[in-house]
């Protein structure tokens, strides 16, 4: 029998139309341009808006771009499969939200968790679906409106973080293609540094809780900074070596959008500095949508047969890095 590979066959994205500018941002703490775009890269980021308006909002508008793009009947899809920090209730699932209003009837639905290494989490377990034969169409989608969770009276966080969301369709191959491999890794002792520390079961809302900014992201910025770098790093030169790729054999780095300096110098310690994708300037830190979102956008530059190492680092700590090989020409979608 021969090897099944799981593959990227189209993707869809999605980001709200209204745009906070750093300008915006200086308005509402005591930071300016120049601040922001020095220590962060971002310059603008999208925000959500509407009332009970939540991630499935820009999922099903990124599944339904998804399906047109791929000419997909949505009672063909076997899983959706949602990574995300910001689902719209405790539950049910957003993939089940996604499902109902996408068409997608036949389809089993589940949310995942991996912070801002969400898609990577969301594309091996996808991948890993594929793989073992009895599943042919499934959906990672992978999103956040890190608006709903961002204190805008802490001038270290709030011009991070922007909302976004990314959709990929995974089905079979037997070609030398898709997800080839996979490393992802966990360190808990991340949890006090990056957080959310209220609205869970160890802290439930509360008056407490919540004069006390404790249902907005925690970061402590030095510490994260110095582990992404690290560890992401790390992690994709690993990818790199066990499968004796060369930078030469490198289409495409495609970096978790957290912090210009952070792509940057992952990319100078994989010698690859001119063949990243970037979008940070426009979108900010839109957690797990950061990667799809590139994808999306660097699709029409994309060739069948690129070999593309994709890393994130997020809450956790969790992060990772795929060897991935596109299978479909980006013009030709």
């Known amino acids: ?12 994205g ?24 020095t220590r962060v890269g971002i310059k603008e980021r999208r925000i959500l808006k509407g009332e009970g308006r939540g991630l499935s909002y820009m999922a099903i508008k990124a599944v339904e771009q998804l399906f047109a793009k791929t000419n997909t009947n949505p009672e063909d899809i ?35 968790q991996g912070a801002c290494a969400g898609f990577l989490y969301g594309l091996e377990t996808g991948a890993n679906y594929i793989r073992s034969g009895r599943y042919k169409k499934i959906v990672v989608v992978a999103g956040d409106k890190m608006t709903s969770i961002t204190d805008y009276t802490d001038r270290a966080t709030c011009p991070l973080f922007g909302d976004g969301c ?3 369709l995974m089905e079979p191959t037997n070609e030398d293609l898709g997800v080839i491999d996979t490393l992802l890794r966990v360190d808990g002792t991340g949890l006090s540094h990056l957080n959310m520390k209220g609205g869970g079961s160890a802290y439930p809302a509360s008056y407490e809780t919540v004069d006390k900014h ?6 402590e910025g030095q ?46 310690r994989l010698g690859v500095k001119d063949k990243v994708m ?4 426009k979108y900010g830190n839109t957690s797990a949508a950061t990667i799809p979102l590139c994808l999306w956008e660097y699709e029409n530059r994309l060739k069948k047969g690129d070999s593309l190492i994709l890393t994130a680092f997020g809450a956790g700590f969790t992060w990772g890095a795929i060897y991935l090989k596109w ?5 030709k979608a």
């Open 1 to 12: 029998m021969d090897k099944i590979n799981a593959i990227i066959t189209g993707i869809g």
């Open 14 to 37: 999605y980001v709200p139309e209204d745009v906070l500018t750093n300008d915006d941002i200086s308005n509402l703490v005591d930071t300016n341009d120049e601040w922001i775009m």
């Open 78 to 112: 076997e899983a959706i499969i949602c990574t995300t920090t910001t689902p719209d209730y405790g539950f049910p699932t957003t993939a089940s939200i996604i499902a109902h209003n996408t068409g997608c009837k036949n389809a089993m639905a589940l949310d995942m």
């Open 166 to 168: 990314g959709a990929v």
């Open 214 to 219: 404790m249902h907005y992201v925690y970061q």
């Open 223 to 268: 510490y994260v900074f110095k582990h992404a770098v690290t560890y992401m790093a790390d992690v994709s030169i690993e990818v790199v070596e066990r499968n004796n790729l060369t930078k030469e054999d490198i289409d495409w780095i495609v970096p978790h959008q957290a912090n210009l300096r952070i792509i940057d110098a992952v990319a100078r």
């Open 278 to 281: 970037i979008n940070i300037q």
């Open 327 to 331: 299978a479909y020409d980006g013009k």
